[in-house]
């Protein structure tokens, strides 16, 4: 059992940076692929970005290339997201989640095994 608890969200104007963080519990976590997901109140949950369990491989939706990071830091067990140039668009509550099946990185929410409770991110205009 894996257990995910984000943390960084808040409130900042468009343009702005936050950085959010991921810590799991479960020592298996450096094996683990790891994704962002986002949801926007009356909208689906989307992709936000994913990397694999070495952080060699990394990928990212077409709306954040560009403006977002991915990375982690298995010795801390750790994966975060740095966002810069936010815009008003991104405002969602953000979660992160650990998928122990797939070798590189995957788009598909369902894939994922283990989920955080999500922080918010708001940006103002």
């Known amino acids: 059992q894996v257990q995910l608890v984000e943390s960084g969200g808040g409130l900042v104007q468009a343009g702005g940076s936050l950085r959010l963080s991921c810590a799991a519990s479960?020592?298996?976590?450096?094996?683990?692929?790891m994704g962002w997901f986002r949801q926007a109140p009356g909208k689906e949950r989307e992709f936000v970005a994913a990397?694999?369990?070495?952080?060699?491989?990394?990928y990212y939706a077409d709306s954040v290339k560009g403006r977002f990071t991915i990375s982690r830091d298995n010795a801390k067990r750790t994966v975060y997201l740095q966002m810069n140039a936010l815009k008003p668009e991104d405002t969602a509550v953000y979660y992160c989640?650990?998928?122990?099946?797939?070798?590189?990185?995957?788009?598909?929410?369902?894939?994922?095994?283990?989920w955080g409770q999500g922080t918010q991110v708001t940006v103002s205009s």
């Open positions: 990397i694999s369990w070495s952080g060699g491989n990394t």
């Open positions: 479960g020592r298996a976590f450096s094996s683990y692929a």
């Open positions: 989640a650990a998928d122990q099946h797939t070798i590189g990185t995957t788009i598909v929410a369902d894939l994922y095994d283990y």
